[in-house]
């Protein structure tokens, strides 16, 4: 038995040696030029936040009213930053668990630059006032075909991997990854086909485009994050995953509920009476398949409490838990029908919202995967713990003060809202004090993204260290000269 260990064990770190250099620049560039379009979302989120309380602050140009500079910022951090994470982690997952090497680098890259060029159209087109208005889809008409056609470039080699998989059983991880690359297509071509190429009612329109955002969050985002995090919680803890039974409840319950979610932000609107309150219901039940998932992958993380001082990759997805589990709160305290939804429907706790899934949760466990993955297909450790730890830090304090001010905020603008006898300028009042916490929690988010992107960047012209010992962080940025090595 030792003698087919030693045999096999070769063969293995050479075909994974193998898969990561197969993926290197369609990986680094995912991650780069989304590390890079995260930096522009969040300049416009400052902009935008600054004119919520101060809105003479470049009221000379047109291009920075909040009107445009509000959209272009959700945008931009939706298929700039978050869609090019998910494809980087994506990719290189699925190509590692179907032991795989990927054999169209250059078809996955050259789609890599259409769909950026899509994005940075759609940007251009919103800030020059072309945007739809149809929030989560403010690109111009035009451009969702080109996102649509990269996209199907970009992942159909993963499914082609999976087919030709070495091993018959699929992972927990692989579930949740093959379903989100499946979902987005439908979900996508729904929307953007009934709203760009039929006529309908646009009360109808309205609540297509809410299914649209709340499906693109847990049947994509939501997705991709949990199938990152149950394969890094076992990888770097050495514990398998505790329970398969919470692991099948979890996904396929995500599955049945998610697609119903959604409408209820159109409470109150001339609509059947029933799809508000079935859009309520599955929103809250979206609790149980997120809590669920967390429960399970929390039992793998502090199986190992040794580990996770030490791993940045370990920290951020602990993070990123810790934000679903908020969020499957905010799933049922935002959406009960006559209390908190008649409050929250047309208020800052929606943006909340969605800014604690897409950063606070989906981000964070994207920032883990980087930091796990990026060592392994450029053959470089990272330079410094301490600015991993600057990036975390900075970080979570920001989209801690971003999303509860929102959520919070947005329970006191609702009631100002309520109170018809009040002059509109009194719900204004309440909001510019959490808009001004919210402008100095993006410029600390900032200040944070700026050491993830230097170090990233380093890391892609491999600069960084070479050396036998992983970066963590309890360890000094500087090894002995004698422990430097090549990395395998």
């Not at 450029?378 to 801690?400: D, K, P, Q």
């Not at 070479?466 to 940025?477: K, M």
Request: glycine share 8%.
């Amino acid at each position: 038995m030792s003698s087919v260990t030693a045999a096999t064990a070769p063969s293995d770190a050479t075909l994974r040696a193998g898969i990561d250099r197969s993926l290197r620049h369609p990986v680094m560039f995912f991650l780069t030029s989304g590390a890079a379009w995260l930096a522009v979302s969040i300049l416009l989120a400052i902009i935008a936040s600054v004119k919520v309380h101060y809105p003479e602050f470049m009221d000379d140009c047109a291009s920075a009213t909040y009107g445009r500079v509000f959209p272009a910022h959700l945008n931009t951090l939706v298929y700039g930053w978050g869609f090019q994470a998910a494809f980087g982690v994506l990719i290189w997952l699925m190509a590692r668990m179907s032991r795989q090497e990927c054999r169209a680098a250059g078809t996955i890259l050259a789609a890599g630059h259409v769909w950026n060029l899509g994005v940075l159209l759609g940007t251009v087109g919103i800030l020059g006032g072309a945007g739809t208005g149809m929030p989560w889809m403010e690109f111009p008409p035009f451009v969702w075909p080109v996102l649509l056609m990269s996209y199907i470039a970009i992942v159909v080699w993963s499914f082609i991997q999976f087919r030709v998989r070495a091993i018959d059983m699929a992972y927990v991880s692989q579930w949740y990854l093959l379903a989100a690359m499946i979902w987005f297509p439908w979900i996508f071509v729904t929307a953007n086909t009934l709203l760009h190429c039929t006529t309908g009612h646009p009360v109808m329109a309205a609540g297509l485009n809410a299914w649209f955002k709340s499906a693109l969050i847990f049947l994509f985002f939501v997705p991709v994050a949990l199938g990152s995090a149950y394969y890094l919680a076992p990888k770097l803890t050495g514990r398998p995953i505790p329970s398969h039974t919470l692991a099948r409840l979890g996904f396929w319950s995500l599955a049945v509920v998610a697609p119903w979610a959604g409408m209820q932000k159109l409470a109150g609107a001339p609509i059947p009476v029933f799809l508000p309150y079935l859009g309520a219901a599955a929103t809250a039940l979206l609790a149980v398949p997120l809590a669920t998932a967390c429960v399970n992958i929390l039992r793998t993380i502090f199986s190992s409490e040794e580990q996770l001082p030490k791993s940045p990759a370990l920290h951020f997805t602990l993070a990123g838990l810790m934000g679903l589990l908020v969020l499957a709160v905010a799933c049922i305290a935002l959406n009960l029908p006559g209390s908190s939804l008649q409050l929250t429907q047309f208020s800052i706790s929606g943006y909340g919202f969605d800014i604690l899934a897409i950063y606070g949760c989906f981000s964070f466990m994207m920032f883990g995967a980087v930091y796990f993955i990026v060592p392994r297909i450029t053959c470089r450790e990272w330079l410094s713990s301490r600015l991993i730890n600057m990036h975390f830090f900075f970080s979570a304090y920001g989209i801690v003060a971003i999303t509860f001010g929102a959520l919070f905020g947005g329970l006191l603008q609702g009631s100002a809202q309520e109170a018809w006898n009040q002059p509109w300028e009194s719900v204004t009042a309440v909001v510019r004090p959490y808009a001004a916490v919210s402008t100095f929690a993006w410029c600390v988010i900032l200040f944070s993204n700026i050491f993830f992107c230097l170090h990233l960047a380093l890391m892609w012209m491999r600069r960084g260290r070479r050396a036998a010992l992983p970066t963590l962080l309890d360890s000094p940025d500087n090894f002995p000269a004698s422990s430097t090595q090549s990395s395998p």
